[in-house]
């Protein structure tokens, strides 16, 4: 029988298993940003992209619940954000952080809830 774990809290092995990945995702896509401009090192998109594989990585390792939550929306909003680069958008960068922000927000309070239970 396989049994399926369920998201937990955040732990100080899982807070530094997320840097490595999403420090280790944000150098390789800096590297693509060197050939291709819209994927720079300082660029909202990559910033984006590399936490959302950190969160993708983490919630598959640890099963942190926020991670479960923000890595979809980090890799959405990275996803806007490149668009952005490369086309012209009608969805302005602050709305695209505001959402993310209260996401994320909201993640953290359902995880410090499911911890307190």
């Given at each position: 029988?396989?049994?399926?774990?369920?998201?937990?809290?955040?732990?100080?092995?899982?807070?530094?298993?997320?840097?490595?990945?999403?420090?280790?995702?944000?150098?390789?896509?800096?590297?693509?940003?060197?050939?291709?401009?819209?994927?720079?090192?300082?660029?909202?998109?990559?910033?984006?992209?590399?936490?959302?594989?950190?969160?993708?990585?983490?919630?598959?390792?640890?099963?942190?619940?926020?991670?479960?939550?923000?890595?979809?929306?980090?890799?959405?909003?990275?996803?806007?954000?490149?668009?952005?680069?490369?086309?012209?958008?009608?969805?302005?960068?602050?709305?695209?952080?505001?959402?993310?922000?209260i996401?994320?927000?909201?993640?953290?309070?359902l995880?410090?809830?499911?911890?307190?239970?």
């Amino acid at each position: 029988m396989i049994a399926i774990r369920q998201g937990c809290c955040s732990s100080p092995i899982a807070v530094v298993y997320w840097c490595a990945v999403s420090l280790i995702a944000w150098i390789t896509l800096s590297l693509f940003g060197l050939l291709w401009y819209p994927l720079h090192a300082s660029s909202a998109a990559t910033i984006c992209l590399a936490t959302s594989i950190g969160c993708f990585a983490n919630w598959t390792k640890h099963r942190t619940l926020h991670c479960g939550i923000t890595g979809p929306v980090f890799g959405i909003a990275g996803a806007i954000f490149l668009f952005s680069e490369v086309r012209p958008v009608a969805i302005h960068p602050g709305i695209v952080w505001v959402v993310v922000a209260i996401v994320t927000g909201f993640s953290f309070l359902l995880e410090w809830d499911a911890t307190r239970t």
